[in-house]
């Protein structure tokens, strides 16, 4: 087939037929879009959406107090199991899940600079309870370390919305001494602002954060609020949580299948369910746009029988002067991938522009950042391909089919 003689005829016939090739290409065009746009929007809002889970931290288990709900070893049900910081040693020095782990107490207190006053929660923590909850300190501050631990230290680690709240921006402080219930704390660290849409006490930028031996010594509290542990990648947080209720049940002498016993927030699963939900969600979206490319696809298919019943006579002059079967059915479906290729070409391009500009207009919060990646494309380019191929095929076989007589005498 002449490739240039093709591109010829399709001129002519988008010239005849302008305004409803135009709106084939239409179809075509508003399906790509769509699906670029959807697979991009897509994507976009779940990565956001696990950034923020992420916010309170990547396979933590929280473990509160609880009071036991079976008997065990001649032991009386209805006995309240409450961990302290020996515990949380034992489980470090024992478990074969923990990667790290960090008891946790904490309470409101007020804290003051110079006039600005704020009651907000502060917590006791280990160091390991920072990269845990992924709580990263600015640039030339820390979190709490070892030495902090071991020698009492009085500092003090903020969220970044609370040095905001005492020192008017969110990037100052480090270095300066703040008030804690009228005790002066160092400021070590502030905190990166972070996304975060689950928690249990609050926003992690909004608290402040000591050592725990300061804060054992400021209240003298012996148990801890609650326990928080990272298991490795490799063991799901109901491994974790069996192994902790093993480890505890030898010591307090609880049965370790008793939910009971102690409270426990397994955030993995959450996480795996919100994982699996905007994949799902992402490929309704998906799946949304390829539907209209498909219909734009019988839009296409329905403008080539037009053609086909316009062109009759043409057809049965070429296959009277000896043109083969296999030259009408090519042209037909170069033609056919013509439009596609035009009409997708536009689309993607109309998509690609609107990916970069919406970003520029804030929202990332809500909206992510949409991203149009190498998936994405391929899926587009193989899903016209199939909708093109499929859309010229028919009329391109019934166009084939006809006789030379019968083509000339319909005509």
């Known amino acids: ?64 107090p609880g009071i036991t709900s079976k008997e ?173 209720f093993t480890l505890l049940g030898q010591k307090y002498k609880f049965d370790p299948s008793d939910e009971g016993a102690m409270s426990v927030w397994d955030t993995t699963e959450g996480f795996a369910f919100l994982k699996n939900f905007f994949y799902a969600f992402s490929a309704f979206l998906v799946a949304v746009g390829v539907a209209t490319l498909i219909t734009g696809g019988i839009g296409v298919t329905n403008i080539m029988n037009v053609v086909l019943e316009e062109r009759t006579k043409e057809i049965g002059i070429k296959m009277a002067l000896g043109a083969r079967k296999s030259t009408i059915l090519t042209q037909f479906v170069f033609e056919t991938l013509a439009i596609t290729a035009v009409g997708g070409v536009l689309g993607f391009l109309f998509a690609y522009s609107i990916v970069k500009i919406v970003p520029m207009f804030g929202g990332e919060e809500y909206i992510g950042v949409p991203q149009v990646d190498t998936l994405g494309s391929v899926l587009v380019i193989i899903v016209l391909g199939l909708v093109g191929f499929v859309a010229g095929i028919f009329p391109a076989r019934r166009a084939a089919d006809l006789q030379p007589v019968q083509a000339l005498k319909l005509f």
């Open 1 to 64: 087939m002449n490739i240039l003689l093709s591109l010829k005829q399709f001129m002519s016939d988008l010239r005849r037929q302008k305004l409803r090739t135009m709106m084939t290409m239409f179809g075509i065009f508003w399906g790509t879009c769509s699906i670029v746009l959807l697979f991009a929007f897509g994507k976009g809002i779940t990565q956001q959406q696990l950034k923020s889970q992420k916010g309170i931290g990547e396979n933590i288990v929280i473990i509160w």
């Open 72 to 244: 065990f070893a001649g032991l009386p049900k209805g006995r309240r199991i409450q961990p302290d910081e020996d515990d949380v040693r034992y489980i470090k020095e024992r478990s074969k899940t923990i990667e790290r782990i960090s008891p946790e107490n904490g309470r409101t207190l007020t804290l003051k600079f110079e006039k600005q006053n704020t009651r907000r929660t502060v917590i006791g923590v280990w160091p390991e309870f920072g990269v845990m909850r992924n709580l990263v300190p600015q640039y030339g501050s820390r979190f709490i370390n070892e030495k902090d631990i071991q020698d009492r230290r009085r500092v003090i680690f903020l969220g970044d919305a609370l040095a905001k709240d005492l020192f008017g921006d969110s990037t100052a402080g480090v270095g300066e001494e703040v008030l804690v219930n009228g005790m002066p704390f160092k400021v070590v660290g502030i905190m990166k602002t972070k996304n975060q849409d689950s928690s249990y006490r609050g926003r992690d930028n909004r608290m402040a954060f000591v050592p725990h031996s300061t804060y054992q010594a400021m209240f003298s509290e012996r148990y801890c609020d609650d326990v928080v542990a990272q298991c490795y990648p490799q063991f799901t947080g109901e491994i974790a949580r069996k192994e902790i």
